[in-house]
């Protein structure tokens, strides 16, 4: 089963991170749904953080954990927040399980499919030898050349730990992205649809969700709206956590 953390009571409020993230990301805002009524599951997807590692890697089976998840925790009435590819992991699962979705928010993804991408950032990751020992300076100093975004290479660090005294090593299973990357991209299924609310919520310097897209995306989901937070790029809950958490505490309430 997908490893979680599980902070307070009420209403249940599912957590799910995107690519090469995991639930540590959200830690502060979990406290934040938890104080206002929420018992939260924050989620590490398969290959990610510290749940397992497998060579299966698509939507299907993340949402089939994800519905693994629910049963063994007898989760039946549940929101989901889904940031990125946790956003499609959770499109999905709301399409195909709607009697088990309350509400339902995609943070900056849209049900579209998206060209690859992640070409720099998986270079960048091949290009770290863990067998020379390296610390987290020099890590750091490896995928400078291909990702000169502070924020992104601190994101993408964090997914560091020691899995030895001496012997650092990333949390997400390389190996199997560098072979599943065009998963990643995949579309929502066509005949897809969920009628119950839905926020879609983008960042306004991003441009996963252009606003062409809306029309894509009402096709899918019937009650969906948009809002969009100024000035800020694709990481939108981790640049102005505020007003995020301002924006998914009005729809949720």
Known sequence: MLYSRIEGDGQTLII???????????????SQYAAQGFQVHL??????????????????VMMQDLLEYCNGHALD????????????????????????????????IGPKYYAPHHGDILAGLNAVDFTTKPNRTEVEQILYPY????????FLMKNLYWISPAQLAFRFNLEVFNTKIDEIGKALPAENRFEKPTLFIRGGNSNYI?????????????????????NVGHWLHAENPKLFFEATMTFLK
């Open 147 to 154: 990702i000169s975004d502070f924020g992104t290479r601190q």
């Open 210 to 230: 252009l606003d062409l897209d809306f029309s894509t995306i009402q096709t899918h989901f019937f009650n969906a709206k948009l809002v969009t937070i100024p």
């Open 77 to 108: 009435k549940v929101s989901i927040i889904g940031h990125s590819m946790g956003g499609k992991v959770a499109m999905l699962f709301a399409t195909m399980y709607p009697e088990k979705v309350e509400k339902l928010i995609v943070a900056d």
């Open 43 to 60: 989620l590490d997807l398969r290959n990610h953080g510290k749940s397992f590692h497998a060579e299966d890697f698509s939507y299907e």
């Open 16 to 30: 799910i991170h995107g690519f090469l993230g995991m639930s540590d990301n959200w830690k502060t805002l979990s």
